[in-house]
């Protein structure tokens, strides 16, 4: 892990000496081409309506499918290097999205997310319902700030939506295959589309990955961790007549990992991360690997009737994950000695079990009228099972081998009603309104017990809980053009997320099982403009986001347990800007930047933080935990700086082929990754991070072969940290979960 920087040099003076050189010599080495350009426009849903990104009133970033395949972008983690004010925490058995620098914590594998994934129109309240969600896409659209109006419950935060490629009007057919040379092991991908029949279109994609890990595992001999993806989707888009058309798309994945990503750390200083870890589980007679398991299914139906000029629009989802998990911890000392844990806990096994059925309903007024509307209505239902295994072995009044088990079962239904208004009271000037009404119905079950030996962990009565909450989610947008292609826009909205249960943790009683919903309010102002001729790009937003009862969850290494607990009260504030520019024909240049200022305004009852002394918070009384406050701290994951820059330049050798080279330096400054945000062990440092792509093909993107690295550098960064105690491990240690280290992967693709 890098050291942190020299207080003299920011790190934004830092990007800029590296960056500014690079593009510089790339613009003055770049012949100049006689076809003039402009930046390409993009065509969005964000508000259910197709509109170019450039005129929708929301800070948004929006990737396009090509973008996507280029990069390597296969998931929501390596999502947030190209996105500002965007952080996915991942753990073993959990990926949370955070904007702005609010989201769900990592440890409560039940919670609803803050930052809701669509795909395709469909709401994922889960992120494991996306094992690969950027697999043949058309294009991501991320939204910051709440969305709750038109997108609905739990997008506090944020939305991520996902459209996936459909029928193309003409036979085509695609096949890319990779190798990753560090983390060795071949990726192919590819589909076949077009027209089945006048009426029919049909688009099937496939997809396997097999890689090996980043880090060396003394326990079992292997590169941890080792992945193999299956995935397939079928699209088909039937247009019987011109006022009807119906889209249907199913999608199966299945991935397994074996090995995991945590590593051990010093707590009294930071870690100098190696290659090697020593991680078994001795289940049984035989070591048995760090397992994580998940295959998914997916179904939607998307239908469009054009009642004269209105459009009827109807999208049925439907989904089910299936998780199979047993998670370990590196037992090499923080000092690097290999030494396996052979007193107390073992490995933990998080099997999950869900499924969720949709459905929307929304009509929509025609366009370009002096009034336009979207009027709708939302309903869903889930079912979510989570079942707990702990294996552990040693002294506890005797020798013993134990097993307990939690089971949690939780059901929900929300429904919702919306609409959105838009009103030109002049050529130039708009004010739309939206407002979405919701109410959910939860109810959980959870139960505790010991399968074999002595119980390492509390043991108590089953509880179960039942809420049912009503939500009102407005939003008011004052939107005026002050010249052809600058617009400047002022909204007011307001997001939520749903209460609900605690659904891992041992020791369970009934006045902590449950938490309340929370609330976000935010303001913002922006402006989004085209300028020289289209050459040039610039969008600016300035935000205040107040969230209240914030859901937060801590890990208290003293009761070996997560608590959850509400925030009284947080605000974010910050900017966002995007610039592109192309100062000559094939070349194109994009800067992304956020400043972030995201704390706790009142947060009474919080856990005691690292590095409180025992005069301020005493993490073994109680009374002391609640008298406890952390208000003006900085929120967990929240980078004040983060941003990227792009270079992208295409050459063009004599009439036939063409080089295409892409440069992307992915900033971002230090974070709290630990939950109880440790200035020691709990801190990343600043980080600079470089990726780049060269490709070689011909003119009409027939066939190419591309070079790709991804963290040239090798960075070692941790996705998230956590203090274990020696009552659960050998050595009194950090637990840091690490993100993937350097990849350079050859790659070539030919189409049909």
């Not at 319902?129 to 910051?144: C, G, S």
């Not at 049909?202 to 326990?219: E, Q």
């Not at 504030?573 to 800067?591: F, V």
């Not at 591309?706 to 203090?723: E, M, P, S």
Request: with cysteine.
């Amino acid at each position: 892990m890098p050291g942190p920087m020299p207080r003299a040099t920011s790190w934004p003076r830092l990007f800029c000496q590296a960056a500014v050189p690079l593009l510089l010599s790339t613009c003055l080495s770049t012949p100049v081409f006689a076809q003039e350009s402009t930046i390409e426009t993009v065509t969005v849903t964000a508000q259910k309506r197709e509109q170019n990104v450039q005129d929708v009133p929301v800070s948004m970033t929006v990737l396009g499918g090509q973008q996507i395949a280029n990069l390597q972008t296969r998931d929501l983690k390596a999502l947030q290097n190209y996105i500002p004010n965007l952080y996915v925490a991942r753990t073993g058995v959990n990926d949370v999205v955070y904007i702005r620098g609010f989201g769900s914590g990592v440890n409560n594998i039940a919670f609803d997310m803050d930052v809701s994934i669509y795909q395709d129109g469909v709401y994922g309240g889960r992120s494991a319902q996306f094992t690969a969600p950027f697999f043949d896409v058309d294009r991501i659209e991320v939204l910051r700030g709440p969305q709750g109006a038109l997108f609905g419950k739990n997008t506090a935060a944020g939305a991520i939506s996902i459209v996936t490629a459909g029928p193309t009007d003409t036979f085509e057919a695609k096949g890319t295959v990779s190798y990753d040379f560090i983390q060795k092991g071949p990726e192919l991908n590819g589909y076949i589309s077009g027209p089945i029949s006048d009426t029919l279109g049909a688009r099937l994609a496939v997809k396997y990955a097999n890689h090996d890990g980043f880090l060396k595992n003394a326990g079992t001999g292997r590169d941890d961790p080792h992945t193999e993806q299956e995935l397939v989707r079928l699209t088909l888009a039937y247009n019987p007549v011109p006022a009807l058309d119906i889209t249907g798309k199913f999608e199966y994945g299945n991935f397994a990992q074996e090995g995991g990503t945590n590593k051990s750390g010093y707590l009294d200083r930071r870690s100098s991360f190696s290659d090697r870890r020593y991680a078994a589980v001795p289940y049984g007679a035989s070591p048995y690997p760090e397992y994580n398991g998940i295959t998914t299914t997916s179904g939607s139906v998307t239908a469009n009737y054009r009642i004269g000029d209105h459009t009827l629009t109807s999208v049925t989802g439907y989904s089910t994950f299936h998780t199979s998990r047993l998670s370990a911890y590196d037992e090499t000392n923080p000092d690097g000695s290999v030494v396996q844990n052979t007193n107390n806990l073992y490995a933990n096994g998080f099997p999950e079990k869900f499924r969720q059925f949709s459905q929307e309903i929304r009509l929509a007024s025609p366009e370009a009228q002096p009034f336009e509307y979207i009027i709708g209505a939302y309903y869903d239902s889930s079912d979510y099972n989570l079942h707990q295994d702990s294996y552990y072995q040693g002294v506890v009044g005797g020798l013993f081998t134990g097993h307990q088990f939690t089971d949690f079962h939780q059901s929900s239904s929300s429904f919702s009603v919306f609409g959105q208004g838009t009103y030109h009271v002049a050529d130039n000037f708009r004010v739309i309104g939206s407002l979405r009404y919701s109410t959910t119905v939860k109810s959980a079950q959870f139960s505790s017990g010991t399968a074999s030996g002595v119980a390492l962990n509390p043991i108590t009565p089953p509880v179960a809980g039942h809420l049912g909450e009503d939500s009102f989610d407005p939003s008011v947008t004052l939107q005026y053009d002050a010249e052809k292609h600058v617009m400047f826009y002022a909204t007011y909205g307001r997001g939520s997320k749903s209460g609900g249960f605690v659904s891992n943790t041992y020791g369970m009683v009934a006045d902590r099982f449950s938490f309340r919903p929370e609330r976000s309010t935010n303001y913002e102002i922006g402006v989004k403009s085209q300028l020289a001729d289209g050459r040039v790009l610039l969008n600016v937003s300035l935000y205040n986001t107040i969230f209240k009862d914030l859901q937060q969850s801590a890990y208290d290494s003293n009761a070996r347990t997560f608590i959850t607990r509400n925030a009284a009260s947080a605000t974010g504030r910050g900017l966002e800007a995007t610039a592109t520019w192309l100062p000559i024909d094939n070349l194109e240049l994009s800067l992304s930047a956020a400043y972030l200022d995201a704390k706790f305004d009142d947060f009474p009852g919080a856990q005691c933080l690292a590095d409180d002394p025992i005069t301020v918070c005493d993490s073994t009384n109680p009374a002391s935990i609640a008298a406890h406050n952390i208000a003006g701290h900085v929120l967990q994951f929240a980078s004040k700086w983060t941003g990227n820059a792009t270079v992208h330049h295409t050459w063009f050798v004599g009439g036939d082929y063409k080089v295409d080279t892409t440069v992307t330096g992915l900033l971002r400054s230090k974070y709290y990754m630990s939950d109880n945000f440790s200035n020691i062990y709990g801190l990343q440092p600043t980080v600079v991070k470089w990726d780049a792509r060269i490709q070689f093909g011909d003119v009409n993107d027939v066939w190419s072969i591309a070079i790709l690295g991804k963290n040239l550098t090798n960075q070692k960064t941790v996705a998230d940290a956590i203090r274990f105690p020696p009552s659960i491990t050998t050595v009194a240690r950090s637990i840091n979960w690490m993100d993937d280290y350097r990849s350079v992967s050859i790659e070539g693709t030919y189409r049909f």
